[in-house]
């Protein structure tokens, strides 16, 4: 790996063991290795660059805080990864989970029906989603982030955002129909295979 060359750390255990140790030239090796990933994680969930950034400076101050406590540095990544949606997750419930329980009349749009708007969805280019993503509403975009693109189920984004699964369900279908909506307004109806 690049990253490891011409540097006193030869791989992820070695710069985690250096950061536990509160070496600070690991933190920062540690900090920047990780920053252009994060950030964009970050940028899913936040309104603008930054609240991004905000997002992602608190993240890693509980990384570093909480460093000592892992065991298996070569799960960092997860590790890692878990604390900044969850740090995201709590600094939209500080700042913007009202939109969540009002939603205006233009968000209650009539179900579109499509067994393709997974696959649809799948072979876009990921930074076109996420552009198209980042313009839904609060609400609808977390939700959409947290079950489409990182994996979550609606049990677990019900725990995070402290709504009912069944809420969080609603809240998908409505955001995947906003979300349907807005890829036709790019012209996106189908996904033709080459």
């Avoid at 994680?41 to 892992?70: G, H, M, P, W």
């Avoid at 939700?143 to 725990?159: M, R, T, W």
Wanted: proline share 3%; glycine share 4%; charged share 30%.
């Amino acid at each position: 790996m690049k990253f490891f060359l011409n540097r006193k750390y030869n791989d992820v255990t070695e710069l985690v063991r250096a950061c536990q140790r509160l070496d600070p030239k690991a933190q920062t090796i540690f900090y920047d290795r990780y920053k252009s990933e994060l950030t964009a994680i970050c940028s899913r969930y936040a309104k603008t660059k930054a609240e991004a950034e905000d997002i992602y400076q608190e993240s890693f101050i509980k990384v570093f805080n909480n460093l000592s406590e892992v065991a298996d540095p070569n799960a960092i990544d997860a590790w890692i990864k878990s604390i900044v949606v969850r740090t995201a997750i709590n600094y939209y419930h500080r700042t913007t989970k009202n939109e969540l329980r009002s939603t205006g009349p233009e968000d209650h749009v009539a179900s579109i029906e499509s067994d393709d708007y997974e696959r649809i969805i799948e072979t876009m280019r990921l930074n076109d989603l996420r552009d198209i993503i980042g313009k839904l509403p609060d609400g609808y975009r977390i939700i959409i982030n947290l079950h489409l693109i990182d994996g979550y189920s609606h049990v677990e984004i019900a725990e995070m955002l402290n709504i009912s699964d069944s809420t969080s369900r609603s809240q998908f279908y409505r955001g995947r129909n906003l979300l349907i909506r807005k890829l036709q307004q790019y012209g996106i109806n189908s996904y033709e295979i080459p």
